[in-house]
């Protein structure tokens, strides 16, 4: 990959029933960064998410991640990313162990610490008991240990916060913000939670009506905010979007 990009997209565009819901979305996520990737209800966050996944064809433009183009859906760009992607669909009768050895086998990885990851995450390695039994953020949890056991390069969350406790969640912005310092990870991830984003992310991106309506550095908000708040900054852009539209 020559690019500095590990996610570069061009006039994507994604049609549902005829609606343009997701139109010439432009958005570039250095390696090595948090991308925080943010818009209201319905802007198109989860769409985008699933294009770059492979979960949806894109119906315009072309995306490379890793350098390669998603629509080529290829393998090897697909073991190198970690995702959770809406709520997180486990093998209920399993338990968080074994749901992670199952997607292990299914990554093709061998010789990976399931207890190491499921303590990183903050869920008890001895608790044999079936997902069915997990409280919402357990399961959060768990959608985060399957997302990086496999050690992949970058990593796609989409609300991956939602549910946990005050705790885990500073817990988890610890482990991200450590998985790119110290295993180089790269993270694009959405949340309505503005300030666990501003405290992460290098860059934000923000998609209003499925465009990208801004691509600026947390830095470059600091500096222009009064207080340094990416939620000020925030309103300001969602205020004038209205005004544009
Ligand atoms: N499978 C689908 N068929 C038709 N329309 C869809 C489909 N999936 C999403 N949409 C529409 O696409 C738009 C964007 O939805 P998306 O889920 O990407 O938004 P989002 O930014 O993730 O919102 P939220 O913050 O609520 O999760 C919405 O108008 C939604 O109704
Ligand atoms: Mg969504």
Sequence with gaps: ????????????????????VIKDCSMHVK????????????????????????????T??????????ITSRSNEVLRNIGSIIETPIFHEH?????????HLAYMNKENVDIDKTLEMVGLSSMNTKPVSTFSLGMRQRLGIARA???????LILDEPLNGLDPMGIREMRDLFLSLVKNKGMTILISSH??????????????????????EVSMAQIKSKTSNDSLEEYF???????????
């Design 94 to 102: 399993l338990s968080a162990a074994e749901n992670l050895r199952v």
């Design 60 to 69: 315009s433009g072309t995306a490379k991640v890793m350098g390669i183009d």
């Design 193 to 214: 939670i503005l300030t666990d984003i501003e405290q992460i992310a290098d860059t934000i991106g923000i998609i209003a009506n499925g465009r990208i309506i801004d």
């Design 1 to 20: 990959m020559d690019s500095k990009w590990i996610i570069e997209t061009n006039g994507l565009g994604k049609v549902f029933d005829e609606v343009e």
């Design 31 to 58: 390696q090595g960064t948090i991308y925080g990737f943010l818009g209201m209800n319905g802007a198109g966050k989860t769409t985008v998410f699933k294009m770059l996944t492979s979960l949806l064809t894109p």
């Design 235 to 245: 309103f300001q852009k969602m205020k004038e979007e209205l005004e544009y539209a």
């Design 148 to 154: 990086i056991i496999h050690q992949p390069k970058l």
